[in-house]
């Protein structure tokens, strides 16, 4: 199978050419024909799986195919859960549109928006977003989605974990009722499927290699230890494997901050990536990592979501998540397009449950071992810590929020609403 052969236009295929990419990715194959057909497109795809170049090449196929109308109005909305990912995926809609005459932009929270505007205003033809701030633009005046002909929604599922349903409603009533629509998500809940049902028209269905195939290749393992010790084990593991990029998740971004100091102190160089950072500060964490002058990068599942680190060897979980899914999303991180890689989860004995919860989604058991002078406190309660005792809560819940996608004017008590469930969220996070 060639990019040729599934009908991408020439000026595609030189970018894609010059992006090095040989054939299509299997969620490439299979998405990129119904959507360049016009049909509304339901994906199972997670991040690694090539998905955003799955519905940026055929939607920038049909906009330059199609030119007569509505040049440089927002023809094409892509709406993403984060700013990362929303800066990836325009940065990919730039790449594959050089040889056409298109143009995008991107707009999301925790920045100013004048230099945002200003890129609209001069006319643009595809918009990349978060929805915080697509709604306080709109609602301001300042852009028109009566254009759009292609709406997409990327990673679904994190857009509802994130407390978004309500911004994707009101966005849904902003954009014309006739129109192409593409919606990606990595896991499908009921929630899901009621969005997909509402927003999706006769979709076909299309699915990348089910996620545990991809869980297959990857070595996993679970060190037993205490609590107390997991700080001390990671920072052996990491300075005797010699290991060089090496993304830790956190379950709190306070946990995050502490572990990086940490780090930082046993002369380990670390950044923390998470919501309460901002913008700029996680621009530079995450370029200082992929340039490998950062060994370690801390991060928790949200702000890690969507972010495009090719070919790591190494992922730590310090602590498992509480949603099995989500460890299925940090260990995909590792033995990217073919390549091992090696997924180590410190696990004390409040983890027991979640743990179990993974090994039953994943249908395996993942090797345990113990370390001399680290072993698990004989102890320790094995319940798992409940929210509201969570100890690692940031203590600043009425600070300045600047939460992912955040930035937005609320006005009616909906959103005040919805802006709270982010807001705990993001405090989780
Ligand atoms: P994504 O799942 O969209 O985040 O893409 C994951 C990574 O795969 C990105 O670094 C892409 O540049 C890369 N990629 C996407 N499609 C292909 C392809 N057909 N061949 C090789 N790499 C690809």
Do not use: C
């Not at 143009?103 to 999301?108: E, L, N």
């Not at 340039?291 to 090719?310: C, E, F, N, Q």
């Not at 004390?348 to 071992?369: C, N």
Request: charged share 25%.
């Amino acid at each position: 199978m060639s990019f040729k052969s599934l009908g991408l236009s020439e000026p595609i295929l030189k970018a894609i050419a010059k992006k090095g990419y040989e054939t299509p990715s299997p969620i490439q194959a299979k998405a990129i024909p119904p959507v360049l057909d016009s049909k509304d497109v339901l994906a199972s795809a997670q991040t690694g799986t090539g998905k955003t170049a799955g519905f940026t090449l055929p939607l920038l196929h049909i906009l330059s195919e199609n030119q007569r109308h509505h040049r440089r109005q927002i023809r094409a909305l892509i709406l993403t859960p984060t700013r990362e990912l929303a800066a990836q995926v325009y940065a990919n809609v730039k790449e594959y549109s050089e040889f056409l005459d298109i143009r995008g932009a991107v707009i999301f929270g925790g920045v100013n928006q004048k230099p945002q505007v200003s890129k609209i205003r001069q006319g643009i033809d595809v918009l990349v977003a978060t929805p915080g701030r697509l709604l306080d633009l709109e609602s301001q005046g300042l852009l028109s989605l009566r254009h759009v002909e292609i709406f997409v929604l990327d990673e679904a599922d994190r857009m509802l974990d994130m407390g978004f349903l309500r911004d994707i409603e009101r966005v849904m009533k902003l954009i014309p009722a006739k129109r192409q629509n593409l919606m990606f998500s990595a896991t499908f809940s009921k929630d899901i499927k009621k969005l997909a049902y509402s927003i999706l028209h006769n979709p076909v269905q299309v699915e990348a290699t089910p996620e545990n195939t991809a869980v297959e290749v990857i070595e996993q393992k679970v060190y037993r230890v205490a609590k107390t010790k997991k700080t001390d084990l990671i920072i052996k593991l990491i300075s005797e494997g010699d290991w060089q990029q090496v993304l830790v998740f956190t379950r709190t971004k306070h946990g995050a901050n502490r572990l990086t100091k940490k780090m930082i102190s046993s002369g380990i160089t670390a950044a923390a990536i998470h919501g309460n950072k901002s913008q700029g500060a996680r621009t530079k964490a995450l370029a200082g990592f992929k340039s490998a002058k950062i060994r370690v990068l801390v991060a928790t599942d949200i702000a890690a979501r969507g972010l495009d680190i090719p070919l790591l060897p190494h992922v730590i979980n310090f602590e498992l998540p509480n949603i099995s899914e989500d460890y299925v999303h940090r260990i995909g991180r590792t033995g990217r397009a073919g390549a091992s890689g090696e997924a180590l989860s410190l696990v004390s004995a409040d983890e027991t449950s979640y743990l179990r919860g993974i090994e039953k989604l994943i249908a395996q058991k993942i090797p345990v071992e113990i370390i001399e002078g680290f072993e698990p406190d004989p102890n320790a309660s094995t319940e798992p810590i409940k929210p509201g005792q969570n100890r690692q809560r940031s203590p600043r819940r009425n600070s300045k929020h600047k939460g992912e996608g955040g930035g937005s004017n609320s006005r009616n008590s909906n959103r005040n609403r919805n802006r709270n469930r982010r807001r705990n969220n993001d405090n989780r996070n």
